[in-house]
């Protein structure tokens, strides 16, 4: 795998190397992930295809205390109707610990009798002193490892997981055991559930038990959501809630548009609505907050970019979501659409061209689709919103008691019109202010207001009106800092507020008590946002101090320097906590873009973009990227030479990692000429690796070596390390792609060396990946293994989408060679998705091994098993598929393989 100095990796295609048909591979075996236990004595396990049942007390702490000394009896009794129903069944009992029983069948169906008897033979059990004795099971069937009177293997640990979401007197069944069962044993399908520790989804099914109930809780599942949590609880909303949640579950409705005024609840309503339906969702359901949108067309990718799709390019945005979510059950939820209408087509056209994927909108106004059913969402209910100001004043005033003064706060609450915000605003003055007080002030400016605002609606007015009563009640530094704070999108950092808008901890503390400041979640610091609605009155404030201009100046100043300062950073050691503090930023970051383009600041918009190349290359922002680079560089006209160069080269590594050479070409032999007339051998040195990676790609691999042999030596003569080690890692790469193993892992070693010495932390993943390839090509199983596997784990901390892929097709080749086929399957279906929602495409060795790990698949599956695991593989999104690469290892030696029967070696 080829390199750029600015992070990108890219493949070359020269199609396959010298020997690539005689690669030996010999499988290793590895520990599963839990150890059985021995049989008991003259008992012999079954092997091959083995159906566990697991069981388990649900509560079993609790019902210890709750007995006493009467929890040993109920104990044994436990166990004695438990191991009567295997015993009938034919069960092999091979461990039992505590309260949980492991039984091994030969027989599917027996496994499931077997657990319906002892189901209800606990049901129809007597307890001491009323208690209830609830079991929870689950039964899977695999292939696992016997070995020493203990199984091992991946199916041990999946059915304890299973149980494990299930509920007391529930009965589980995995989908590899409901494929064996015959139809006169029901059950319901549950669908598919992520479990923890495994990284792929289960399926799952509930056995029907005649008699005995059969409606439980959700399953304890590991859900696929990225819902917001709220730090305080919903106040009222019963009513909506069951009528939005209703919309949802019905099946004619796809489109759902909560609408209403800002400050109404329309995000609240629908994130606890989604909430609500979360098992009906088996792909998971997904909150996408658009606030920080101002260009409607980066609605589907922001969505794409959330459900874990990437874009490829802005042509194609679009259609990799569509095709992503083609086969995909899952929720939407699209939060703050009302800026953004125009994006609504989009949206329409993903529901006609995803058909099982649903969406519930917010917006201040109806999107207008077809097929849209909306819903208005009222005001709180007297008594609700009377329970809501209580609730945020004793937050704000511990101990405060409505008493009295009842009258004045459900006075309040009506004049407010119910709105939440409004109520919530109001609530927290009640630090320095009775209600009474509160009233008496509320009134005045109400009536100021609604007398001077009929454009308005009614609704509207009284929010208003809340906000810039709270605005009038800051002192004069707060006003200033308040409106300033408008300017940054999607929150920003202490730090941020002080540099930008003057603003100190304490302003920011005092704004936050007051209910015009939210903390967000942040795992390093203090990160602080306003609600869209207070955003926008914050920056019509700015605009009225006549300070909106040059605060947006000043904040696309610091996020600028931001952008440089990372840029050095991402070549270091912390380079995943700066990643993930530009993701953090990367609202602003656009926001900056497009003031420097509003405000024809083309200097400041050419550096920014060219100095975010390593972000959007690293994190998958190809599309986005690029167009900003191209957008700045029409403008460039008289710009600094050396800015040029550097956003012509950015622009030229991102359109090369696209596969679109021919651009990419250009792009970076314009790039070489200024810097060659600029006597900049550092950007010289670049430059060449550049063109060299585009010669390789294109099929010339004598050119590539003639530019990369000329970067490398203008880099050693120069002592630049970095530029040394990228030409070290591209010839190693040529190398190769021509079968020249023994040079390609001298150049590699060379590479990593140089990595280590700098901390480039992308360097070494990228360095280890290439020696795993060699190693895999030269027939080094085991060592290829240690290689791609330490290569993973040093990709995983800086989310690099295309790193982890390369990973797992080199894992996938080597799980095809041990004969997991179903394994390398699901891997490669991985690989392939992760690839597609980046947008560059797999070339070179690691291309040929794909090809004969794919042939070894068609080879040992039939075609309907092949395209599951496939299909399951791409249902995974990075971190997942990473961590089922990682958990079990199959490389080894190069004689003696055991599957040349079967076509895998020569």
Known sequence: MGRKDEGRASMTEIGPPEGLGSRRLLPVRRPGFLSGHAAGPGRELPSGDVTFLFTDIEGSTRLLRALGAHYRETLETHRRVVREAIESCRGCEFGTEGDAFFVAFENAEDAVLAASAAQAGLAAQKWPDGASVRVRMAVHTGRPELAGGNYLGLDVHRVSRICGAGHGGQVLVSRSTRELISERLPVADLGEHRLKDLPEPEWLFQLVIPGLPAEFPPLRSLNNTNLPTFATPLVGRGRELEQVVALICDDSVRLVTLTGPGGSGKTRLAVQAALRTVERYGNGVFFVGLAQLGDPALVLPLVAETVGVREGSAVTAADRLCEHLADKRMLLVLDNFEHLLEAAPGVADLLRRAPLVEVVATSREPLRLSGEHEFGVPPLASVDAVALFVERATAARPGFELGDCRPEVAEICRRLDGLPLAVELAAARVKLLSPRALLARLEQRLDLLIGGARDLPERQRA?????????????????????????????????????????????????????????????????VSMLETIREYALWQLERRGELAELRRRHAGFFAELAREAESALRGPAQGDWLEQLECEHANLRAALEWAREAREARLELELSASLLRFWLIRGHLAEGRASLERALERAEGQPEELRAKALRAASVLAETQGDLGPARLLAEDSLARYRALGDVLGTVRALSDLGAIASGGGEPERARELFEESMELARRAGDRRGLATAASNLGDLALQLGDHGAAEVRFRESLAVDREVGNAEGVALSLQNLGFTALAAGRGEDAARLLRESLLAYRPLEYGEGIAYCLVGIAALAAAGGEASRAALLLGAADALLARVGAPLRGVELEFRHTAAEATERLLDGEERAACEARGRSLDAEQAATLALDEGVAGDARGCPHQDRGLCP
């Open 463 to 527: 929010l208003r009106a809340t906000i810039d009563w709270s605005h009038e009640l800051l002192d004069a530094g707060e006003q200033a800092a308040f409106a300033r704070l408008g300017v940054f999108a999607g929150g920003f950092t202490l730090n941020a507020a002080e540099t930008v808008a003057g603003a100190g901890l304490d302003t920011v503390s005092s704004l936050l008590d007051k209910s015009l400041l939210a903390r967000s979640a942040a795992d390093r610091e203090l990160r």
